[in-house]
């Protein structure tokens, strides 16, 4: 696994930026694997400069995010769709018939959750996947567990995840209890994989990341029998950690 050490949240975007945009020159119509959550907000900030400035160019792109609510609609501002848009698809020249968000209000969720994975399958899979981490070692949604889900599928969200995340809602009690998300096999499909962290509150998992024992009860250990995963982290977790 490599590890990008950075001064700080912004540098921490400027560098996961530049690979992407590394990937994009040379590849125009890549698939990316796309996360919410606040972390990767400033790595899309600075893609939506460089798309401003010509510099990358979206509208061969393809996009396929790794999960959404279930029971919120695309237009509530809560649910990763609308995050998505006025984050980033708004602001880029992408079309946003070819950016694919899991639907959250399907009536069969478990066919849903067949259906994307054939969406990411009939893209040709996945080039860049770009991820954060939860404090608990959570990727996307896929929480600690003594089973994984290799496919897309539904997944009750833990206590602490609940909690981390009503930060984005009045209150506690409207965080939905429940998400569609890919699954770690889904996601270790992926080519090239990125994942993004900063602040002290991540260290420990950072740390189980990258030197901890493979088990499922945290999940982000598994990004360790990938072949290209590149972890980029700031000052703050890097000094916890004594890096
Ligand atoms: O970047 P944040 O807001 O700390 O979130 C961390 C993780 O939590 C989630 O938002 C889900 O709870 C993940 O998608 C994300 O990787």
Do not use: W
Not at 154 to 171: G, H, M, Q, Y
Not at 184 to 191: D, P, T, V, W, Y
């Amino acid at each position: 696994m490599k590890v990008i050490l950075t001064e700080n949240y912004n540098d921490m975007s400027r560098k996961a930026a530049d690979i992407i945009k590394n990937l994009l020159i040379k590849k125009n119509d890549a698939v990316l694997g796309l996360a919410t959550g606040s972390t990767p907000i400033g790595l899309y900030k600075y893609l939506i400069e460089m798309n401003k400035d010509h510099v990358i160019d979206f509208s061969k792109v393809k996009t396929v995010n790794l999960d959404e609510y279930i029971g919120i609609g695309p237009d509530d501002s809560q649910s990763y769709r609308y995050f998505m848009n006025t984050n980033f698809f708004n602001h880029i020249n992408i079309d946003k018939n070819n950016t694919y968000v899991p639907n959250g209000l399907a009536k069969n969720l478990e066919e849903e959750g067949r259906r994307y994975d054939k969406v990411i399958a009939d893209l040709g899979g996945i080039d860049l996947q770009i991820l954060g981490i939860g404090n608990n070692g959570h990727i996307a949604f896929n929480e600690p567990n003594r089973k994984l889900t290799a496919g897309t599928h539904v997944t009750p969200l833990t206590e602490s995840t609940i909690k981390a995340n009503s930060r984005f809602f009045d209150c506690i009690d409207d965080v939905p209890k429940t998400a569609l998300t890919m699954g770690l096999g889904q996601i270790m499909k992926a080519r090239k994989i990125i994942l993004v962290a900063s602040g002290k509150s991540k260290a420990d998992a950072i740390s189980r990341l990258l030197h901890g024992k493979i088990t499922t009860e945290c999940p982000a250990t598994m990004l360790q029998m990938h072949n290209d995963v590149t972890v980029i982290i700031d000052k703050e977790i890097a000094e916890k950690l004594k890096l």
